[in-house]
């Protein structure tokens, strides 16, 4: 028997203050069970999310299963537009995206046409999530996107091919460290080019009631640089302790047969198990909706707000992915 029940469905299950909690949110967003999904699937999920958001009844199951279809739902449709996203771009295909791409990375980086071709297929990836997630309302244009994706893709490849260079007569170990620098230093320049638009004319900020107050470009600096943090973060661990594993592996006797394609299947599957719990760490590590002080704003902006609402001391803005 269906049931009517009050769950707001435009927050997070999870409490959000906390890490944890965070944590257990980005947990089911990104679960890559999700990506396996089938339309049908999809569009039940969909039906269920819909008919609750319409008639406030929580369908038989109860409570859980109307949770499970929000995430499910969440997982494939964009939450502006409402269409249904290409598989390799939502958030439920970044860890078996992620560890493919970062397998054959960590497994073909010793000559420069190697390097490239991994940090092409990379920064593809990238761009395509980006495209995928891009805002409804205000949609990044595809020169921003495509500029993002040259850029990216140019400095991994110069940073990994002039590291490789630099790194000749150190020990091997060394240059299995090359990926990691050189998507890092991809991260560095492609996230605040895909986010320029805020650089410039600032992040939206509001109350706590999400009242729009106006927009800065301070705040959007703050946002980005812990976006850009998180995403080296949540690379971190896969690149550089899968090297060190490999590099173990590698000397035993049941690894000389392996071959190269083996060698790289082998290093994916690290890669995943890290992912499967990077991806949510990451995503989770500074909260969504980020506080600061009012006269730590520009100057011109922390007039305005103190002119029109003289006794509010802190606002918000969404720091994003």
């Not at 494939?76 to 397998?103: C, D, W, Y």
């Not at 990375?105 to 395509?128: R, V, W």
């Not at 047969?257 to 949510?280: D, S, W």
Request: with cysteine; proline share 6%; net charge positive.
């Amino acid at each position: 028997m269906a049931q009517h029940l009050k769950i707001d469905l435009s927050k997070p299950r999870y409490d959000s203050s906390t890490f944890i909690g965070r944590y257990r949110h980005f947990c089911q967003l990104t679960n890559p069970l999700y990506a396996l999904k089938s339309n049908k699937d999809l569009d039940q999920a969909k039906e269920i999310v819909k008919c609750y958001e319409k008639n406030g009844v929580i369908p038989k199951g109860g409570e859980e299963v109307l949770w499970n279809a929000k995430y499910v739902y969440g997982s494939a449709f964009h939450p502006e537009t409402g269409e249904k996203q290409n598989v390799l771009g939502r958030m439920s295909f970044q860890v078996p995206g992620g560890m493919i791409i970062t397998g054959i990375l960590l497994a073909f980086y010793k000559t420069p046409i190697e390097i490239f071709l991994g940090q092409f297929l990379n920064q593809s990836f990238n761009a395509l999530v980006n495209f995928t997630n891009r805002s409804g309302d205000k949609p990044l244009p595809t020169s921003t996107i495509m500029t993002a994706y040259v850029s990216a893709t140019s400095s991994a490849t110069i940073t990994a091919i002039g590291l490789r260079s630099l790194v000749k007569k150190a020990p091997p170990i060394v240059g299995r460290f090359i990926p990691f620098t050189a998507v890092a230093a991809a991260n560095m320049v492609n996230i605040p080019l895909m986010r320029q638009t805020e650089l410039s004319e600032g992040i939206v900020i509001t109350d706590e009631h999400g009242n729009k107050l106006g927009q800065s470009s301070l705040a959007a600096r703050h946002a980005i640089a812990q976006v850009t943090f998180s995403r080296i973060l949540m690379a971190a661990p896969g690149m550089l302790f899968t090297p060190i594993i490999m590099n173990s592996l590698e000397k035993k006797p049941f690894m000389r047969n392996v071959g190269k394609v083996g060698n790289c299947a082998i290093q994916t599957l690290l890669v995943g198990m890290f992912l499967l719990n990077m991806v949510p760490i990451a995503c989770a590590l500074f909260p969504q909706q980020q506080s600061i002080a009012v006269n730590q704003l520009e100057s011109d902006l922390c007039s305005r707000i103190r002119e029109k609402h003289p006794h509010l001391d802190v606002v918000y803005y969404n720091k994003g992915l």
